[in-house]
């Protein structure tokens, strides 16, 4: 079984040690304890946490087969005549999208605004991440 200490969890959620904190003592999380006494939180349950917390940034899944939505800020946009780059941050991702001058004028995409980067691809690498021993998603029997 895979534990995370709360530090671990924050950085997978994006969000602080200290709401990590805040939700185990409201209850909306469970955390044990590890042999040092540090608070650590079941990786299944961390799982079902963040599934049950999911909200459609885009409101508009059902309309569509694509269920990957990214909502950010649009860090740059560099146009052409024809085409355009536009960059958007979404939490710790920086995300790249080429498109037509023209839809980003139609969407008036520009620096500042917030939109949603709709992912569909046929092919998603999973890699695990390469930490030092003993440091993440420690196995307890």
């Known amino acids: 079984?895979?534990?995370?200490?709360?530090?671990?969890?924050?950085?997978?959620?994006?969000?602080?040690?200290?709401?990590?904190?805040?939700?185990?003592?409201?209850?909306?999380?469970?955390?044990?304890r590890d042999e040092h006494g540090h608070r650590v939180i079941d990786g299944v349950e961390l799982a079902a946490f963040v599934r049950a917390q999911a909200a459609d940034p885009g409101g508009r899944a059902d309309e569509s087969s694509a269920r990957n939505r990214l909502r950010g800020i649009v860090t740059a946009v560099v146009k052409d005549a024809v085409m355009a780059q536009v960059d958007i941050q979404a939490g710790p991702f920086r995300l790249v999208s080429l498109m037509s001058r023209e839809a980003v004028d139609h969407l008036g995409l520009e620096v500042g605004s917030v939109a949603v980067a709709v992912i569909k691809s046929t092919t998603v690498v999973v890699e695990r991440p390469t930490v030092p021993a003993g440091t993440r998603g420690r196995a307890h029997s």
């Open 1 to 32: 079984m895979t534990m995370f200490r709360m530090g671990e969890a924050a950085e997978l959620l994006g969000v602080s040690v200290d709401t990590m904190r805040r939700w185990v003592d409201a209850g909306r999380l469970t955390a044990g």
